[in-house]
């Protein structure tokens, strides 16, 4: 009589799944190994193999859900880049639709952590985690091509994006929830817009300008104003949780000079510096912004770092080892009791996992 455990029926299940066409809903077995690194010391884990590609959303966008029950990623196990969810407390990872040109930079949870929303080339979509059911929520309008950079209003209602035509750049907001209102232009302008970021509690919206500017808008276009930053290039920027700073990373004009976290006031648009880095050139906060996770692009200390904010003091996690440490792009969970980043020190680009509880205390984000 035939017979097998389940551990083994489940592999000789995946092992089907990996012989034919991937379609949605494919379920593929954990692929998380364990060391020390061997610089500090500290437990890291890496959730996805370097077999094969996997990328972070944006720091900006949702990774982590809010109970760190599941982690959203890219993967390009079948060639083109596809979204993917992990269940964290097992690993295991499903497939969640399967678009012809999935824009990485663009996937994000919903703020409920019910769903999930991407790019597909010019059309935005949505799929439920429930049912996996996708729906086309909007497509990029005849004669004009969108500019990389999506964000997603806190409630969920609608989304901000840039398309171009021509000479001119439009900034856009799209309704996200069933029959909602039509999709409206903000502004438009022959210079470059990008990376349109809501601010969290009020009616404005955060873009770029250039490399060295940031500017406000209200939702309705109406006095759009520059906001003042230090001399030197913008980095990385967030909003803080209330919306009334806006941190960011500073690359000095000044040769010689170490890249800053600062941060931007707005009542009185007063620039402060928060920290000198040790080369930070991707960063992020924690939720209340009392903790920032740097990548440093030292060749001598190629480290992922902690830096409290009150004490200004660095803390070395591990070596990330990246070809590109702009690409290792550290998030927190909402709680601040995990890290994760992405490298491809060990092949082709995966993500890794740090435990923090005995580092940074819990937030409620």
């Known amino acids: 009589m035939w017979r097998t455990t389940r551990r083994g029926l489940f592999g000789w299940l995946a092992a089907g799944v990996a012989a034919r066409p991937q379609t949605r809903g494919d379920v593929f077995p954990t692929e998380r190994a364990r060391y020390f690194d061997p610089a500090t010391g500290f437990p890291v884990l890496r959730l996805t193999s370097p077999a094969h590609t996997s990328w972070l959303p ?11 029950a599941h982690l959203l990623f890219s993967n390009g196990r079948s060639g083109p880049l596809q979204p993917c969810l992990m269940v964290l407390n097992t690993g295991e990872q499903r497939l969640l639709a399967a678009p012809a040109a999935l824009d ?4 994000t949870l919903t703020p409920d952590d019910r769903g999930v929303f991407f790019f597909d080339g010019p059309a935005l979509n949505h799929v439920s985690l429930a049912t996996l059911r996708q729906r086309q929520v909007y497509r990029v309008r005849e004669g004009w091509e969108r500019v ?3 964000s997603v209003s806190p409630d969920g209602s609608r989304a901000a994006i840039i398309e171009a035509s021509r000479d001119v750049r439009a900034l856009r907001l799209l309704p996200l929830l069933p029959n909602a209102a039509d999709a409206s232009t903000v502004m438009e302008s022959p210079a470059p817009i990008r990376a349109p970021l809501f601010r969290p509690g009020h009616d404005d919206l955060l873009y770029r300008t250039g490399e060295n500017s940031l500017a406000l808008t209200g939702r309705d276009g109406r006095n759009p104003r520059p906001v003042l930053a230090a001399q030197g290039r913008v980095g990385p920027h967030f909003w803080s949780a209330n919306g009334e700073r806006i941190q960011y990373l500073c690359f000095p004009a000044e040769a010689g000079k170490t890249n800053e976290i600062r941060e931007l006031l707005l009542d009185g648009n007063a620039d402060r510096l928060v920290a000198s880095t040790s080369q930070f050139v991707s960063f992020a906060p924690n939720h209340d912004s009392s903790v920032f996770a740097g990548a440093s692009a030292s060749k001598a200390s190629p480290y992922v770092l902690l830096l409290l904010r009150v004490t200004r003091r660095e803390l070395a996690l591990c070596e ?7 690409a290792v792009m550290p998030v927190f969970s909402p709680d601040s009791q995990r890290i994760y980043f992405q490298s491809d020190r060990d092949g082709q680009m995966a993500i890794y996992a740090m435990a923090l509880e005995k580092l940074v205390e819990r937030t409620e984000g």
């Open 320 to 326: 990330h080892r990246a070809s590109d440490a702009a």
């Open 58 to 68: 944006p720091p900006w966008l949702r990774a982590v859900s809010k109970r760190r």
């Open 104 to 107: 990485p930079s663009s996937l």
């Open 148 to 150: 990389p950079g999506f």
